[in-house]
């Protein structure tokens, strides 16, 4: 063998292997694709309760309207009914479990969906579709437990 055709296989098979695992790579999950999506700080903050989850605060007054909702650490806080009850309220986990997508609340159709792939939750946390032209699943929602002190919501991550 020249050294021309040892030259051109030698630099096939480094050319597959680097392909192989940048391709790799691109399906990793820790990537979105989304970068830093700034978010909402809240008015909140995180910390032990007793040894029962995190909590994570919001002021009811960030949220006044059905409908609005806020990023707060990795909670995203909904305002579903008028009143200043719990139950006027949902928190969710604020990225999809799929790929890690940002999750929003569309009032129109009373659901949660994820910017990345379009998976579709109902506000209970059931998935209503799954992610749109990726491949893989998703799981249903974590919907956490809420408590209203005065005008501050918490919500108890477990």
Known sequence: ???????????KGVLIACSGSCLLASCSSSDDGMGDM???????????????????????SDIPNVG?????NSVLFIRIATGNTA??????????????????????QNIIECQLHFATYEL??????????????????????????????TATVS
């Open 38 to 60: 700034g978010g909402n700080t809240g008015s909140g903050g995180n910390g032990g309760s007793g040894g029962s989850g995190t909590t994570v605060n919001l002021a009811i």
């Open 1 to 11: 063998m020249n050294r021309k055709d040892f030259i051109f296989s030698v630099g």
């Open 87 to 108: 139950d006027s309220f949902i928190a969710t986990e604020a990225v999809c479990p799929h790929q890690g997508g940002q999750l929003i609340f569309k009032g129109a």
């Open 124 to 153: 209970d946390g059931d998935t209503v579709q799954g992610p749109q032209n990726s491949a893989g699943s998703t799981r249903d929602l974590k919907i956490y437990a809420t408590t209203l002190n005065d005008t501050t919501l």
């Open 68 to 72: 609005d909702q806020k990023r707060v």
